[in-house]
């Protein structure tokens, strides 16, 4: 069987759920070879814990010796573009935690440090890989409830009100549009593509960061999409797709492992379909990188630069109406 190697940068809980799903893949065996941290100690017990042979705190000697076939950065986002571009200009591929970066100006520039060193790079938005997006792309495809005419989306977490935490410190990416309002923006893109028009709403903290936000896309005549994100307040976290004949309802957690997917059509038919599948379901996008870098690929067809592109340029969009700002946006 095939190995493939991983390099993590950032080993923190998102890396140890990454590390743990890298077992569920049948396709080829798939093992931690090297970890970064800021912290060589929490490095050094990463690595123990993954049987990882190599460990560093400096990021100049992990791209030249880490030794991986590519690299899980899974860091605060304020961090994602400067260690992007460090292991694409030695030629590592990467899989970046979501969102890819800060704003549209980084996320170009790690595109074309892709491009120019022809290195395979995908955001790690982990959930288009689940076979629940999987199934309700199905649905959509089979016309099961026509042509979409609007869809609505929440994600939240209300999260303990510590100003120095990732949630709420810029300095940190905190605000819930970027951490949370990112998955029913994708779920938008995804169905309906780059919105025509945009109006959004946001309570800011004293730091300029949202606490909760919302929007309203337009699409012209062919739908429109309702979104919206906290970190203040629980909303159902659940995602509904309107169409001209029937509905589909993804329960809660609707971005994670939802109990089920319904289908309603309006004449009162209904079919559930439940959702079930081993680990957390970050396998699936690692398998997807494998396979992609297997093929010699520089992106994912399925989640290429320009979504990645598109779906920034929509995030700045609203922090541009809402005023959400970061010390990255003055660069």
Known sequence: M?????????????????????????????????VLSHSLEKAAAFAEKEDAPRYFEDIG???????VDAVYIATPHPL????????????????????????????????DA????????????????LPSIGKVLSLLE?????????????????APHDPESR????????????????YPVFL??????????????????????????????????????LIESSLVTQT??????????????????????????????????QIEYPCEWEGHGLQYEAEEVYHCIKQGKLYSDKLCHQFSLDLMATLDAIRRQTHITYPADKK
């Open 2 to 34: 095939d190995t493939f190697t991983w390099g993590i940068i950032g080993p923190g809980n998102i890396a140890t759920e990454f590390a743990h799903d890298l077992d569920q893949i049948k396709s080829a065996r798939h093992r931690i070879g090297a």
């Open 61 to 67: 000697d992990f791209v030249k010796q880490a030794g």
């Open 80 to 111: 994602h573009h400067q260690e992007t571009l460090r292991c694409l200009q030695h030629k590592l591929p990467v899989l970046c935690e979501k969102p890819l970066a800060m704003n549209s100006r980084e996320v170009n520039e790690m595109v």
């Open 114 to 129: 892709a491009t120019k060193n022809q290195t395979f790079l995908m955001e790690g938005m982990w959930i288009r890989f």
């Open 142 to 158: 089979s016309k099961a409830i026509g042509k979409i005419i609007s869809l609505k989306a929440d994600m939240s977490y209300k």
């Open 167 to 182: 949630y709420f410190n810029p300095s940190l990416g905190g605000g819930s549009l970027l951490d949370l309002g990112i």
């Open 188 to 225: 938008t893109h995804l169905l309906l593509g780059k919105p025509t028009m945009i109006k959004a709403t946001a309570r800011l903290s004293d730091q300029h960061i949202d606490e909760s936000c919302a929007a309203v896309f337009s699409y012209g005549n062919q739908g429109y999409a």
């Open 236 to 269: 159902e976290r659940t995602a509904t797709i309107y169409g001209e004949t029937g509905r589909i309802h993804i329960a809660t957690p609707w971005n994670e492992r939802p109990d089920r997917i319904t289908v309603t059509i309006y004449d009162g038919s």
